[in-house]
C-alpha cells in the first residue's frame, strides 16, 4: 500500500514538472480575439497605425490571444501593439510553409508567436481563421476584410467594428442595412477599450461553465 502510494506521488509530481508555467487553476480557456483589416493600408488615413497599436494593446491586457491572418498592414499593427503590451499573437497565413509564406507571399513572421501554415490560400485561409477564434475586430480594410466580415457574420460570431478616418465601418453598414438579416452580435465603436469590452462581452455570453478536472492535492494523496 505504502508503495502504491509513493508511485501516486511521484506520478503527480511528474504531472506538476510537465505543466510547469501553466495555471492549472484557471476556470477558463484564453479568449481567441480576431483581427481583420487591410494589407495595404494607404486609404486609412493618418491615425490607422496608432489606433491598430491602441487595439492590440487592449486586447493583450485582458488577457485574450490575438489572432491574425499572418499578413501586413492593419493587423500586423494591432499584432504589434499586442506584444508590445505582453499578449500572445497567433496567426494563419494562407502558405503552406515558412518559405512560401516568406517568399511567395512576402508576408511577415515578426510579432507572432505562431504562425499556423493552412496552405489554403487567401480564401481558405479567411474561413480558417474566422472559424478559429471566439469573436472578430475589423479595422481599415478591402475586400479581403469584407470576405472575412461576411464569414464571421454567417457564423454568428461577435464582432467589433473599429470605427476611424476610414471607410469600412460605412462599408459594412451599408451591407448591414440592405442585407436584410437583423444581427444583434454586432458592436461599433472609436474607443478601443470599450469596444474590446463590448466583444468580450458578447464573447462571454456564449461561454459554458462545466465541471473542471482537478488534480488530487499531494497533501491529501
Known sequence: ???KMQDKIRALKKIKTVIKGVDIKSSAL???LGISGAAETGHCGVDAYDKGLALGREIAKRGAITVTG???G??????????EAGGFVLGFSPASSEKEHVEMYNLPVEYHDVIVYTGFG???RDLIFTRSVDGVFFGCGRIGTIHEFTIAFEDAKPIGVYEGEWPTADEIKNILANGHRPNDRIVFGEDPKKLVDDVITLVNADKINRAQFRFTPLDQA
Open 30 to 32: 484564453h479568449l481567441k
Open 1 to 3: 500500500m505504502a508503495a
Open 122 to 124: 487567401y480564401p481558405g
Open 74 to 83: 492593419f493587423p500586423l499593427w494591432v499584432a504589434m501593439g499586442a506584444k
Open 70 to 72: 499572418a499578413t501586413t
